[in-house]
């Protein structure tokens, strides 16, 4: 369960090879249990569209992680920025006892831990579905979508800042999977497609956002027009400001890499909130925490 706030990871799945012979058997099995559906009109199954399209009509608990300066932030800005549900606070205690209750969702601090680290270096926001499920932890639940937030061990308190940004993030992926299942089963890395949309807008990284393969080369055949690099408290002011027009980054990797660690990469429009960049990659001695000199030139080219 999660009754310690840690649980066995959400992201990440382990990729299966399929044979051609082994695809052939499923796809026939499928389509027998297809067409004895459609024949006896017994069985009904159920989208992430469906499965959600009570979201607005039911109460998102807030789950607090008991760490009275986080959980005071929380509920601060969780007030300001909830709109699209009722929303309420409650303990691990409370969760524990209504975690099989289908008529709440809740929102919820998850260590995910990927399987080649022994440790989980990321702390998830994760919005999951009470149900039947839950008593093999919050893995049985159904889930809704998950954002990183922060290292687990020794965050620099960042995540605060754009805490308003990423809950708006979560709420607008609820909507847009209320009216889609493509949407909600594609995840945030859908929001790439929002990069064609960023011409013509300022696009800022924090320093400690950059990886270190980005070199001073790098820095000058991209880093002009409305691409830049800045200090990190410069360019959360972008976010306290509201800025318009203006992409900021933000970056979520473990406080110490271990082999297998992954780094995320966002970039979020400072005025509106809007998901723009959701890339993630393995941590290795190639490929530090950040922003890589690959995703510089991706961004770029949408320029």
Same mark, same amino acid.
């Given at each position: ?95 524990? +006892?209504?975690? $099989?209750? /289908?008529?709440?969702? *809740? #929102?919820? !601090? =998850? &260590? %995910?831990?990927? +399987?080649?680290? $022994?440790? /989980?270096?990321?702390? *998830? #926001?994760? !919005? =999951? &579905? %009470? ?10 639940? *159904? ?16 995540? *605060? ?122 941590i290795s001695k190639e490929y530090g925490a950040g922003f ?12």
């Amino acid at each position: 369960g999660c009754g310690s706030g840690t649980c066995a990871p959400l992201p990440g799945k382990r990729k299966v090879k399929l044979t051609n012979r082994k695809m052939r058997k499923i796809l026939s099995l499928a389509l027998a249990a297809l067409f004895s559906c459609a024949a006896f009109g017994q069985a009904q199954i159920k989208t992430m569209k469906m499965k959600i399209a009570d979201f607005q009509e039911k109460t998102t608990k807030v789950v607090l992680t008991g760490n009275s300066m986080t959980d005071a932030r929380f509920r601060n800005i969780i007030k300001e920025v909830s709109t699209i549900s009722p929303c309420e606070f409650c303990s691990l205690d409370e969760y524990e +006892s209504l975690k $099989s209750n /289908p008529y709440y969702y *809740f #929102l919820m !601090l =998850v &260590k %995910g831990k990927f +399987s080649k680290e $022994s440790e /989980p270096g990321i702390e *998830f #926001l994760s !919005l =999951v &579905k %009470g149900g039947v499920g839950a008593s093999e932890g919050i893995n049985g639940l *159904f889930n809704v979508v998950d954002v990183p937030f922060r290292a687990a061990e020794d965050p620099d308190g960042r995540e *605060f800042i754009l805490l308003p940004a990423l809950l708006d993030i979560i709420q607008d992926h609820v909507l847009k999977s209320m009216d889609k299942d493509l949407e909600g089963y594609s995840g945030l890395s859908n929001y790439n497609i929002n990069l064609a949309k960023s011409k013509g807008k300022r696009l800022v990284f924090a320093e400690q956002d950059l990886a270190a393969d980005v070199l001073p080369s790098v820095r000058a055949l991209y880093f002009k027009g409305g691409m830049e690099a800045m200090d990190v408290d410069d360019a959360d002011d972008l976010f306290y400001d509201h800025s318009e027009n203006t992409l900021v980054s933000f970056v979520v990797a473990p406080t110490d890499p271990q082999n297998g660690s992954y780094c995320y990469k966002l970039l979020i429009d400072a005025g509106t909130h809007t998901l723009y960049y959701f890339r993630k990659h393995r941590i290795s001695k190639e490929y530090g925490a950040g922003f890589l000199t690959e995703d510089i030139k991706r961004i770029s080219q949408a320029q």
